[in-house]
């Protein structure tokens, strides 16, 4: 089964820790527009892809022997202390070499997966780095005034209510962002296709704003299931339902149809909401214990993995 997970940072890491338990054929398309932390410093001063959601995901997907288990360690250690290393994931430094030696950001992830011995293909929904950009209300003293931020971290954290978002290359305002034509390929070659759970706005929502990739979205005939968070999260989504998180979807991408939603049977106070939510999107709702119980606000990869199952299973008997 050929599985293409969307996504970017620890939302993608649940779902392609559960896929990994399905299928050895797993392709993670990641989002290339964080401007924080690490990312944010090597793609300011360097000008390359944000490493770091692709690199969760390399080590996601990472190979469970010696030499790979090990590799993974290292990806994802962070240098403490003062100096200009601080912060720095090792991970996100070796791809950052990489993206300069090799003469294209694919060949670099797939140089990089070999280390990793990576069961399956890391690939990021575009080549250049891009940027996000918001219209937020309840930011000013008149609740229903829009003002525009930028910038993937404004988003997430905004303490203001995000009504859309638009994206576009780095520093080109006007342009439309063009897809990695690996990643249309995959989800159009795929057998399922997964969005979410992560940032709704600046993780899972962006792939929709890509024209290629959103209508590959439209047109492949693979199965389509969404996975909805635990919570809401802190800024972009605050006080959101999880309806609500499928209502935004929609309005950003109205031809899109879904064929399954897969919900925390402890997270939703009104089902018969996210059922007609689910409805209008042409899918299918599944409420399933699918939170760690260690963790109540990350999925349990083991839990996730069997109600990503039986999704396919009903999909495919209906």
């Known amino acids: 089964m050929r599985a293409v997970a969307l996504g970017g940072g620890q939302g993608l890491h649940a779902t392609?820790?559960?896929?990994?338990?399905?299928?050895?054929?797993?392709?993670?398309?990641?989002?290339?527009?964080?401007?924080?932390?690490?990312?944010?410093?090597?793609?300011?001063?360097?000008?390359?892809?944000?490493?770091?959601?692709?690199?969760?995901?390399?080590?996601?997907?990472?190979?469970?022997?010696?030499?790979?288990?090990?590799?993974?360690?290292?990806?994802?250690?962070r240098f403490g202390g003062t100096g200009a290393l601080a912060g720095h994931a090792v991970g996100n430094l070796v791809l950052a070499g990489l993206l300069e030696v090799l003469p294209d950001p694919v060949t670099a992830l797939d140089e990089a997966a070999r280390l990793l011995g990576v069961r399956g293909r890391v690939l990021p929904m575009c080549t250049e780095p891009l940027?996000?950009?918001?219209?937020?209300v309840g930011l000013d003293e008149d609740t229903t005034a829009v003002r525009r931020i930028r910038g993937q971290v404004a988003v997430a954290t905004t303490p203001g209510q995000v009504r859309r978002i638009r994206l576009y290359?780095?520093?080109?305002?006007?342009?439309?962002?063009?897809?990695?034509?690996?990643?249309?390929?995959?989800?159009?070659?795929?057998?399922?296709?997964?969005?979410?759970?992560?940032?709704?706005?600046t993780s899972v929502l962006p792939h929709l704003l890509v024209p290629e990739l959103h209508e590959a979205l439209i047109d492949t005939t693979a199965?389509?299931?969404?996975?909805?968070?635990?919570?809401?999260?802190?800024?972009?989504?605050?006080?959101?339902?999880?309806?609500?998180?499928?209502?935004?979807?929609?309005?950003?991408?109205?031809?899109?149809?879904?064929?399954a939603v897969i919900a925390d049977a402890d997270s939703v106070a009104t089902p018969d909401r996210l059922r007609r939510a689910a409805e209008s999107l042409g899918a299918s709702m599944r409420l399933d214990g699918v939170a760690s119980a260690k963790a109540r606000e990350r999925h349990d990869p083991l839990a996730l993995a069997e109600s990503l199952r039986d999704a396919l299973a009903a999909v495919n008997a209906g």
Do not use: Y
């Not at 190979?63 to 790979?68: F, K, L, N």
């Not at 520093?171 to 940032?199: E, H, I, K, N």
């Not at 996975?227 to 109205?254: I, K, M, R, W, Y």
């Open 223 to 259: 199965a389509r299931i969404v996975v909805l968070n635990l919570v809401p999260q802190p800024g972009e989504t605050a006080g959101f339902s999880p309806e609500q998180h499928l209502d935004v979807l929609c309005e950003h991408a109205p031809r899109l149809r879904v064929d």
């Open 16 to 77: 392609l820790s559960a896929l990994r338990r399905i299928t050895d054929d797993v392709t993670a398309v990641v989002t290339v527009a964080d401007d924080g932390g690490s990312s944010g410093r090597l793609r300011r001063e360097l000008g390359l892809l944000p490493p770091g959601d692709l690199r969760k995901a390399l080590a996601a997907l990472a190979g469970e022997d010696e030499a790979s288990s090990l590799w993974r360690e290292v990806f994802q250690h």
């Open 169 to 201: 290359t780095a520093g080109m305002p006007d342009s439309v962002p063009t897809a990695c034509p690996a990643a249309v390929r995959a989800v159009l070659d795929a057998d399922v296709v997964l969005l979410g759970p992560g940032s709704w706005f």
């Open 131 to 136: 940027d996000i950009e918001a219209d937020v």
